[in-house]
Each structure stands twice: as structure tokens, then as C-alpha cells.
């Protein structure tokens, strides 16, 4: 009788079905590049919690070129959204510790709560060490009709081929780029009419297509007197040019500065001129 027990035990474990437990080794044995791809489509709280399935992945997260931080995924309801949360500014500061900012690629932080704004841009600037990359797929867009481009950080655009082709309206304000850059953001647009710039010189290679052309943050000097003279020398297709003072320009040297750009040969006298 106990020998009949004893065989239908053995019989009920072999008959038993093994549980599969070579799906993890096989992800396990992807390349750090595979593994990496699939961990940049979740959130980085939930990529760095795949450290503690093995040894293997214990570093796997540090190279995931894409970070998204939320703090939301951090709350507990209920929890007063007036409550900052030193855990996911510490858990931020920590990844971007041992991540390398040279190959992040996309950077997301949201943030419901109250942060402490040094910390807020020490990661904001972590994120841009690198120049921005803007998609690459929109400096093809067919779609694209209007664009607005702030930032104060150095951009990537293409150095050859079409840029924006469809693009009528661009406003643009960049801090200190380079001439290159504005160059071949500008000058490769066939389609530009209207332009709107802050703080920096238009290229000249624009006078051929736009037609209306917005400067922000004149204030003057006399460098800037040869870019205008240019614009109005040979920008035959302009219809309108609005320059628009710094706040700290008095009202009598807007009028001087008005006068004097009136005086400059015009490739069309149909072109007006404001300052504002």
C-alpha cells in the first residue's frame, strides 16, 4: 500500500510540466545594445529596477540612452501635491551619476511637485551637454508650415541638403549660436518668407526669398548698422522690416536709429521700416 502511494507520488512529479526558465537566460543573452533599445521604451525608474534580476543586468541600465523621469511614479495616495519628494530628486541626481551624458538622446522630467530649482537646472544642464538634436525627420517635414524655435542651448542642424522645405514663418531665438549653424538653418529653407530673430545677426544668404523680416534686440550700435545696410541693399523681395528695441533704448535713439536706417540705399523703396 505504501509502495502504491510512493509510485503515484513519483508518477504526479513527472507528470509535473517543467516550468520554462530558459526565457530568462535567452533575454539575459542578448547584447547590451538589444537589451538597452528595449529598457529606453519604459520609464528609467522601471529600467533601473531590471538591476536586481541577476548580476547580468546590474549595470545594463546606465547605458539606456533614453531617460524619462515622472515623479508621479513615486506617489503614494493619497499625498499633497504641494509636498516635495526628496526620493525621486535624489533617485534623479543618482542616475545622472552614473549615466554618461555624451550619449543621452532623448531627456524627459516631468515634475507635479515642488523641486529645488539648483537642482532642477544642474539636471537640465547634465541633459544638454550635448548639443540638442532635433528629430530628423523634421527637416523633411513636407507639413510643416510655421516654426518656432527658443532655446538656450546650442542646436544641431544638418550641414547640407534642404532644410524645412515647406517652412513660410520660422521665429528663431538661440543663445550665442554659431554662425554655421545659423547658416545652414537659414539659407536652406527655399520656401522662407516670413523671419523673426533675437539676439543674433541674419545671415545674408536670406535676402533672395524672405519677405518680411523681424529682428529682437536691436539696440543701435554701430555694429549693427552694416547687417541692416546690407538687408536693404540687396533684399529686393522684402516687403517689411520690424526691428524691435531692448527695453533699455531710449525712446529719442529709436528715433536717430530710425532716421538714420531711412538714409541707407534701398534695393526697394517700397520696403517699410518700423521701430518699435
Known amino acids: 500500500m505504501a509502495h502504491d502511494r510512493q509510485n503515484n507520488v513519483t508518477k504526479r512529479k513527472r507528470g509535473r510540466p517543467k516550468t520554462n526558465r530558459g ?18 521604451y519604459i520609464p528609467t525608474k522601471h529600467a533601473v529596477a ?6 547580468r543586468w546590474q549595470n545594463v541600465w546606465t547605458a539606456v540612452p533614453n531617460l524619462s523621469f515622472d515623479d508621479r511614479l513615486c506617489l503614494r495616495p493619497p499625498a499633497s501635491t ?3 519628494l526628496r526620493g525621486f530628486a535624489d533617485f534623479v541626481h543618482t542616475v545622472l551619476l ?4 555624451a550619449k543621452i538622446g532623448k531627456f ?3 515634475c507635479s511637485r515642488p523641486t ?3 537642482r532642477f537646472y544642474d539636471w537640465i544642464a547634465t541633459a544638454l551637454m550635448q548639443p540638442v538634436e532635433l528629430p530628423e525627420a523634421i527637416y523633411s517635414a513636407a507639413c510643416l508650415k510655421v516654426l518656432t ?3 538656450d542651448f546650442s542646436i544641431q542642424v544638418p550641414y547640407s541638403g534642404t532644410c524645412f522645405p515647406s517652412v513660410k514663418i520660422l521665429s528663431v531665438r538661440l543663445e550665442n549660436p554659431e554662425k554655421s549653424v545659423t547658416e545652414n538653418l537659414f539659407c536652406s529653407c527655399p520656401s522662407l518668407e516670413e523671419l523673426s530673430v533675437t539676439d543674433f545677426d541674419v545671415p545674408h544668404c536670406l535676402v533672395h526669398t524672405v519677405k518680411n523680416i523681424e529682428i529682437k534686440g536691436v539696440q543701435g550700435d554701430e555694429d549693427e548698422r552694416p547687417l541692416l545696410k546690407y538687408l536693404l541693399q540687396f533684399a529686393a523681395t522684402m516687403e517689411k522690416m520690424l526691428m524691435w528695441a531692448k527695453a533699455s533704448v531710449p525712446k529719442e535713439n529709436r528715433a536717430n536709429l530710425r532716421e538714420s536706417i531711412l538714409q541707407l540705399p534701398r534695393a526697394s523703396m517700397k520696403t517699410t521700416i518700423e521701430i518699435k
Open 98 to 101: 552614473r549615466t554618461n551624458p
Open 149 to 151: 524655435l527658443d532655446s
Open 108 to 110: 524627459s522630467l516631468y
Open 82 to 84: 504641494y509636498v516635495p
Open 116 to 118: 529645488n530649482l539648483a
Open 50 to 55: 531590471t538591476s536586481v534580476i541577476a548580476k
Open 23 to 40: 526565457n530568462a537566460d535567452r533575454i539575459s543573452a542578448l547584447p547590451d545594445s538589444v537589451l538597452c533599445h528595449i529598457l529606453s
